[in-house]
């Protein structure tokens, strides 16, 4: 049985023009390509990570795919409907269908508002839900992530890290959405909560049939949560493959430094491993190189590397990958 596109990226862009610090004059602004030509599909019912260095563009690639902000650029089809030009009000009945996990508990939060009117603000907005059955749900919620009825009437500042970020779960599932963006959902977590939140998001989404884009920095998380994983560098998409295919066989360089960061719970093997360094810095994407954007960087690069951009191509069934190494 063929699998349901439930998101279509196609080509998107998001550019953000800044004022150049070192000009006198206002009109010289510099353009910021923090998403330069991404294209995917998220299958219904599947979490789809996503990985890559800080400032690689994935944050600003879930928040445009939620229409946080407008793309440059490119499409987003949600169930087959563009989204990416719509305005403010044809946007409202796909608003119920998307929701977002940030990435920190206590800012997401309003600090002046209780647990109660925090999620059901998302169900007065999101859903025709009448007004005594409201409260009934936020019970039913809170039970859902974890937490308990006590907790309704309590302030955000009242919770740990880890409650805080249930609270936010539970506000991203008020409105029984069919897609949740999870920017970077345990990040500001200890470590031994991250696990906690993280099988409570496959544990829901077992319930409840939902579908995920999961970005996170912790590579053995996503290898753990995600059915696939895409790698992105300087605002492109370099690899997209299935989660125990790409961490055990990479073929992009860079997903390969990746990898081999990855610890290994025994000294013995973790001592042995070969671990690649990359060396250099990370272009700016306000003046990214021309040609492939890891070529500065990459031992393998050529003078091909150097002047032509590889696009993202299936170069085995189901695993795509932005390199002209696999090109034929």
């Known amino acids: 049985m063929e699998k349901k596109k439930l998101v279509e990226v196609k080509h998107l862009k998001k550019h953000f023009t800044i004022q150049n610090s070192g000009s006198l004059f206002k009109a010289n602004k510099d353009i910021l390509k923090a998403v330069d030509d991404v294209s995917f599909d998220i299958y219904e019912g599947e979490t789809l990570g996503l990985v890559g260095e800080s400032g690689c563009g994935k944050t600003t690639l879930g928040r445009t795919i939620m229409r946080l902000y407008d793309p440059t650029g490119g499409e987003i ?61 936020v019970l039913e919620l809170l039970e859902l992530v974890g937490l308990n009825s006590d907790h309704a009437t309590r302030f955000p500042h009242e919770f740990s890290g880890g409650q805080r970020q249930r609270v936010g779960i539970a506000r991203s599932l008020a409105a029984n959405p069919k897609f949740i963006v999870c920017d970077e959902p345990i990040s500001a977590l200890d470590v031994s909560i991250q696990a906690q939140v993280v099988n409570l998001l496959k544990e829901l989404q077992h319930k409840l049939g939902l579908t995920y884009l999961f970005i996170a920095h912790d590579l053995s998380m996503v290898q753990y949560i995600s059915d696939r994983v895409g790698v992105m560098y300087l605002g492109k998409m370099v690899e997209l493959a299935d989660s125990d295919v790409l961490y055990s066989t990479p073929l992009h360089p860079y997903t390969e430094a990746l990898m081999s960061a990855i610890p290994i719970p025994d000294p013995d093997v973790e001592e042995t491993k070969r671990r690649i360094i990359v060396e250099g810095e990370v272009p700016s994407p306000i003046n990214p190189p021309s040609g492939c954007a890891f070529n500065t960087r990459c031992p393998k690069a050529t003078e091909r590397c150097r002047k032509e951009c590889p696009s993202l191509k299936e170069v085995i069934p189901g695993h795509f990958v932005a390199c002209h190494l696999y090109e034929k």
């Open 77 to 137: 089809l949600f169930e087959g409907n563009d989204i990416s030009k719509l305005n403010t009000k044809e946007l409202a009945p796909f608003r119920k269908d998307m929701h977002m996990i940030f990435q920190d508990p206590y800012a997401s939060l309003n600090p002046r508002m209780t647990v109660t009117e925090i999620i059901m603000e998302s169900m007065i907005n999101d859903t025709d839900l009448p007004a005594e059955k409201r409260k009934e749900r």
